[in-house]
């Protein structure tokens, strides 16, 4: 039994076989072309392969059992990741339009769905072209020596250093005080922070000038942003495995805690890093992939993508902890030296009397035979699974961890260059999916005038977008990119991806795709596509939304603030969100999750209403 909505008009919506043969031959096609195949392949990975792959994915390594959590992403990459995302490819390839105009021309009952996408790739560009603007400052800071994040500033008089400084570190001085100049609150704006304002206006001056004629221009600057991060994370592999303690954090990212597994939200938070991974419903795969010849192999294309993406989260990752397990090492060290220097001081011992080899056993002899006095010393603990565990979640990774790894580091100047480089590539190549994303609907829903050319509402877009990212440009800025991070790609993404597949399996009719996917690459989908595409990929994004829904309702919501007068500081306290916030997040994660129904309710309105008057003139 094959359940297929009713779809009338459909044929006559889309074009034929026929149709798609002469449009691929003709020269005249207005529809722009990819130059190469390595062209388009090395444009999705690098929409795919982002800033995330850096930070989000070891941080998720870490909280769920290190390689603990690469069994259930790995699966979860090919039972929910893949056909998803050779659904995109396959039916933005048919039909040769971008996410509105796919869908629309499905039903224009889900053209909601591609509203969705472009609302989403909005909103996620303008914090993650934030982000570049914080790169972009810290690799103009990069070409001094010593780095400014090395040492502390002194105060007014010039007497000694800044309070605040000298209680925290001095990454993360820089990173909260100078660079950001946080305020205690998301509440407490502070007014705008000018440096930042400049760099964003670069940020988006140059994804202007990258994406000004579409893939005409972003494929190729793809050349530099998608291969050059590969090069640079293969010099820090090499020299992070140069560094003492760089094997301790390999290892405690790749043995696997198997208690995790057991976990619903370990498998939970790696169904929602797949669509994070790939860049699953926000409509710029779509586009890409319809700039393809109509014969492109784009099953081939998925399981390419697939692999690369998977093994370069966990390359991605090993080069990050092998940093990680460095910065370790030097803290433990400086913990158990700390320690020594005390107990030879209070016990008046000769200076090689204790050393690191023999700590331990000193600690012990002398807590034995003088215990009240070791006591009331102030022993700390230095336990190495503990830093190891330390500071790896979301941006603290880039600008606080790596910052203060590099500045250890002989030649510190040339690392943070490349590093900052690096990740400055990374969220170029992900925004050029972005503005393609949010431009293409923006035609295909006629919102300019399709006289207007592309090179204009690109303009305009990124000017927009400048705009309204000023609200991360206040002193409360850090606290509201959190926010866009936490619910602009979570619950969106996963309602746009089950719709998607609800569209195409039960809507478009899973059988006519399967002769589209047939007269695309010359041979009918497996079997794995079709259980995956009928049961099993829709049933998985069903139960990790429902059960994502059901734990966020269930918490309260807190968010962490840089608080020099709380009694958490140097660290980070966490406070709960004021009640307003509530409305921002309905903006943020509500309104694209519920485009879909309500255009849909809204059409069904309008036809039903354009009826009763036809039929009462009649």
């Known amino acids: 039994m094959r359940l297929v909505l009713p779809n009338p008009g459909l044929d006559l919506r889309i074009p034929n076989y026929e149709d798609l043969d002469r449009m691929d031959k003709e020269e005249g096609d207005d529809r722009l072309k990819w130059d190469n195949k390595a062209q388009y392949i090395l444009t999705c990975v690098g929409f795919c392969i982002g800033l995330g792959n850096v930070w989000r994915f070891p941080y998720l390594c870490q909280s769920h059992g290190g390689g603990a959590f690469m069994i259930p992403y790995l699966i979860l990459l ?33 053209t909601g769905v591609g509203i969705a996408s472009m609302l989403v790739s909005l909103l996620v560009g303008l914090y993650y072209n934030t982000l570049v603007a914080w790169i972009l400052w810290y690799l103009f800071n990069s070409f001094q020596d010593p780095l400014p994040w090395s040492q502390c500033p002194l105060n007014d008089n010039g007497t000694g250093f800044v309070p605040e400084c000298q209680r925290s570190s001095t990454v993360d001085y820089y990173f909260y005080r100078v660079t950001l100049n946080s305020t205690a609150s998301i509440g407490d704006s502070g007014g705008i922070h000018w440096p930042i304002v400049l760099c964003l206006l670069a940020a988006w001056t140059v994804v202007a000038i990258c994406c000004i004629r579409g893939i005409g221009t972003s494929g190729k600057a793809v050349y530099i942003t998608a291969i050059l991060p590969y090069i640079v994370l293969a010099i820090f592999l090499i020299r992070g495995l140069t560094l003492k303690g760089s094997l301790s954090g390999i290892k405690f990212l790749f043995i696997p805690d198997v ?6 939200t370990t498998w939970l938070d790696a169904g929602a890093q797949v669509f994070y991974s790939f860049g699953l419903g926000w409509g710029g795969l779509i586009s890409f992939s319809s700039y393809n010849p109509v014969h492109n192999n784009c099953v081939q294309d998925a399981v390419i993508l697939s692999v690369i993406t998977g093994l370069t989260s966990i390359y991605a990752a090993t080069v990050t902890y092998s940093i990680i397990g460095f910065r370790a090492t030097e803290k433990y060290d400086n913990c158990i030296n700390d320690n020594i220097m005390t107990l030879l001081n209070t016990f008046d011992l000769p200076e090689d009397n204790i050393t690191t080899s023999n700590y331990e056993a000193a600690l012990n002899r002398l807590n034995s035979s003088y215990p009240d006095t070791v006591l009331g010393l102030d022993i700390k603990t230095c336990d190495m699974q ?10 603290g990774l880039a600008f606080i961890v790596f910052t203060e790894a590099i500045i250890k580091m002989p030649g510190s100047p040339v690392w943070s260059v490349l590093f900052f480089v690096m990740l400055l590539c990374l969220g170029l190549s992900t925004l ?10 923006l035609r295909d829903l006629n919102v300019f005038p399709k006289k207007w050319p592309y090179e204009l509402l690109t303009g305009i877009t990124c000017a927009v977008a400048f705009i309204i990212c000023l609200l991360f440009t206040q002193h409360s800025g850090l606290y509201w990119v959190t926010l866009f991070d936490n619910f602009a790609g979570s619950v969106p993404l996963l309602t746009i991806g089950l719709f998607e597949m609800i569209a195409v399996v039960y809507i478009y009719g ?8 047939e007269f695309m690459v010359g041979h009918k989908p497996s079997i794995f596509w079709q259980v995956t595409w009928r049961f099993i990929s829709p049933l998985i994004v069903l139960v990790i939304l429902v059960f994502y829904l059901v734990t966020q309702v269930q918490e309260e919501l807190t968010y962490l603030v840089w608080d020099p007068s709380s009694k958490e500081f140097p660290s980070l306290a966490s406070v709960p969100y004021p009640s307003w916030i509530n409305g921002i997040i309905f903006l943020v994660a509500g309104v694209p999750s519920l485009a879909v129904p309500v255009y849909a309710l809204c059409r069904l309105i309008f036809v039903c209403c354009k009826k009763t008057i036809v039929s009462e003139k009649s």
């Open 432 to 441: 050029f999916g972005n503005i393609e994303g949010v431009v293409v609907p």
């Open 78 to 110: 090919v039972l929910e990741g893949m056909p998803l995302l050779l659904l995109e490819f396959a039916i933005g390839q048919r039909l040769r339009k971008g996410s509105v105009g796919v869908w629309r021309a499905i039903s224009p009952y889900l």
């Open 259 to 264: 208690n995790e597994l057991i976990k619903p």
């Open 510 to 517: 899973i059988d006519r795709f399967n002769e589209d996917v």
């Open 386 to 395: 503990t830093l190891l565990s330390e500071g790896v979640e979301g941006t």
